[in-house]
C-alpha cells in the first residue's frame, strides 16, 4: 500500500518551503548576527532564489555571497548589488563574465582567489575597465581542498598581489570545515580557524 501525496496536485520532484519556519530562521539569524555586533552577509548557493536571498536583505544582511560567478551574475541581474564571489576561479570564459558584472552599474562585486594567476586574471579585468576590482585571499583551514596555507604563505600573497594593478586586496576569507554532529564540536571547529 503507497502513501497518500500530501499535495497530490504538485508533480515530483518539487522543493516545498515552509515559509513561517524559513522567515523565523531569517530573523534569528539576523538577531543573533545583531547581537554579535556583526554585519550578516548570507551565502547563497544554498538556496540559490533570489526571493529568498531579498527576505535575508529585508531582515538586515548587508549583502549577499554567491558561489560561482554564474550566480554573482544572475544575482546582480535580479537587483543585487553588494556581491562577494566566494568560489575562486580561472579561465577567460569566466573573466568575461566578471567583466560584465564589474562594468553594472552600482553594483559592488569582490572576488575571492586562492592562486597567485587568479589574480592575475581579475587584475587584467580591472585594467582593462580601468578600475580597482576588490579582492579576498581565501586562507585553508584544514579541508585540504582549497586557499593559501595561513601566516607566512598567506602573507607572501598579499605582498605579491599587492604589486598587481587593476585589483584591491580588501581582506582574508576563511570558514571551517565540520562533519561532525554536535553544537559543541561546530562550535569547537569554529575557534580552531579563529585562533591558531
Known amino acids: 500500500m503507497s502513501a497518500k501525496p500530501l ?8 522543493v516545498l ?4 519556519k524559513l522567515e523565523a530562521n531569517i530573523k534569528a539569524m539576523s538577531r543573533l548576527a545583531a547581537e554579535a555586533g556583526l554585519r550578516l552577509r548570507p551565502h547563497v548557493k544554498v538556496h540559490a532564489s533570489a526571493d529568498i536571498a531579498k527576505l535575508q536583505m529585508d531582515a538586515g544582511a548587508c549583502g549577499i555571497e554567491v558561489g560561482p560567478v554564474d550566480q554573482a551574475l544572475a544575482m546582480a541581474e535580479a537587483g543585487f548589488n553588494d556581491i562577494i564571489i566566494a568560489h575562486p576561479f580561472y ?3 569566466k573573466l568575461e563574465k566578471l567583466k560584465k558584472l ?4 552600482g553594483v559592488k562585486v569582490a572576488v575571492v582567489f586562492d592562486m597567485f594567476e587568479q589574480a592575475e586574471g581579475i587584475s587584467q579585468v ?10 579576498i585571499i581565501k586562507l585553508e583551514t584544514g579541508a585540504n581542498r582549497y586557499g593559501v596555507q595561513p601566516g607566512k604563505a598567506a602573507v607572501e600573497m598579499a605582498k605579491r598581489i599587492r604589486q598587481l594593478p587593476g585589483i584591491n586586496l580588501i ?5 571551517e ?3 561532525g554532529s554536535t553544537p559543541d564540536g561546530l ?7 579563529l585562533v591558531p
Do not use: C, F, N
Request: proline share 9%.
Open 171 to 175: 581582506g582574508i576569507y576563511a570558514h
Open 126 to 135: 580591472g585594467q582593462a575597465l580601468d578600475k580597482k576590482v576588490p579582492v
Open 91 to 93: 579561465g577567460t570564459h
Open 102 to 105: 564589474v562594468q553594472k552599474p
Open 7 to 14: 499535495y497530490p496536485e504538485i508533480d515530483t520532484p518539487a
Open 177 to 179: 570545515v565540520y562533519g
Open 17 to 20: 518551503l515552509d515559509l513561517d
Open 187 to 193: 562550535d569547537s571547529a569554529a575557534r580552531e580557524v
